[in-house]
């Protein structure tokens, strides 16, 4: 098992190198963005980013070889990655403010409202799941499962609107902006987290009620739990052990994706709750082609997308015996 969990880590390595390396390439190699000169032009468009209106030529000229953008490509892409894995991502091109501080101060943030909302529509969404393919049929079921057809249809922002104006604007239960971290006030931080969390939560529990009760169903008709019924076994062992278990595979696969996806930024719902996370701050960098922010947004999510998806690799292991690693 340990060589296979040092042979992914090596193919996580070098997934992040490539992630890095097409991103790096479509601001700075690709005709039209914004490192690449392009023909007939004498300083990139970035350096007049960051110089402002009516920049005079020396400024441009200082600003061009301050971050090395007169050297070969593969010369900036090897410093940048050198920097990068050494925790230097260098200094935004609109405040100044180094990238690797912003990032420790916001990151928090976003990843109380991932963790926090991800327990939430996991335990709602597998338990509804299941007891709705349990009593297939029943009208709980039908009622659970056209209460999960609504959760997705509802898109996020429609319904963080909505929870803003009636929670905050007409019964004054909370307040927007109003987030503080766990370390100076739990309290505080629990409640300016919780209606985040259940709007996030919504449509993945709805999405994840459905996919159980689906995988359930399958599983529930296989033959090995016709078996273990036929030996005697209690329904109780029988769902926990046989079904739930064989059921929560392709479930894990889809926890571990979103909860990456989201720990890359939930931008909707940070924007919306006001909430100073890293979707937020690329959200106010994308506009001004601060490519600095933009690269260690992508950083951080291509991480956790490799990290989340080596983990869920390694817990297959403990739902499905059967999984064998070599």
């Known amino acids: 098992m340990w060589r296979y969990v040092v042979r992914r880590l090596l193919w996580a390595i070098l997934t992040v190198i490539l992630v890095l390396a097409l991103v790096f390439a479509l601001f700075f ?19 007049y980013i960051i110089a402002g209106r009516r920049p005079t030529k020396a400024t441009l000229e200082a600003i061009v070889h301050r971050l090395g953008l007169n050297e070969p490509v ?24 180094s990238i690797s501080k912003t990032l420790m101060r916001r990151f928090p943030a976003t ?17 509804i799941g299941a007891l709705s393919a349990l009593r297939r049929g029943s009208l709980a079921d039908r009622s659970a499962m056209i209460a999960a057809l609504i959760g997705i249809s509802i898109p996020i922002f429609f ?15 909370y307040n927007t902006g109003d987030y503080v971290g766990i370390t100076q006030n ?3 931080w629990l409640s300016s987290m919780w209606l985040p969390w259940l709007v996030l939560a919504s449509t993945y529990a709805a999405i994840y009620s459905r996919v159980t009760r689906g995988n359930m169903l399958d599983v529930m008709s296989e033959d090995y739990v016709r078996t273990a019924r036929a030996k005697g076994l209690s329904e109780t062992r029988v769902v926990v052990r046989h079904i739930l278990r064989s059921a929560l595979t392709p479930v894990l696969t889809m926890y571990g994706m979103d909860v990456a996806i989201l720990i890359g930024g939930a931008i909707i ?9 890293i979707g937020a701050w690329v959200v106010q ?3 001004t082609g601060d490519l600095p922010v933009i690269l260690a947004v992508t950083l951080v999510a291509s991480l956790a997308i490799v ?6 690799d390694i817990a297959y292991a403990g739902l499905d015996p059967r999984i064998q690693y070599s």
Not at 75 to 84: K, L
Not at 111 to 127: D, F, Q, Y
Not at 159 to 173: A, E, I, P, Y
């Open 29 to 47: 190699v690709v005709p039209g963005s914004l490192g690449n000169t392009g023909k007939g032009k004498r300083f990139p468009p970035v350096a």
């Open 307 to 312: 990290l989340l998806n080596l983990i869920v």
């Open 269 to 277: 719902t940070e924007s919306i709750f006001d909430i100073p996370g």
């Open 74 to 97: 593969y010369m900036q892409f090897a410093r940048y990655v050198e920097h990068t894995f050494t925790g230097n991502l260098g200094y935004s091109y609109q405040t100044n403010e």
């Open 285 to 287: 960098a994308i506009p």
């Open 186 to 188: 739990p309290l505080r």
């Open 159 to 173: 319904l963080g609107l909505v929870t803003v104006f009636l929670f905050d604007g007409t019964w004054g239960v």
């Open 111 to 127: 990843l109380s409202l991932a963790v926090g909302a991800s327990i939430i529509w996991l335990l709602i969404g597998c338990a």
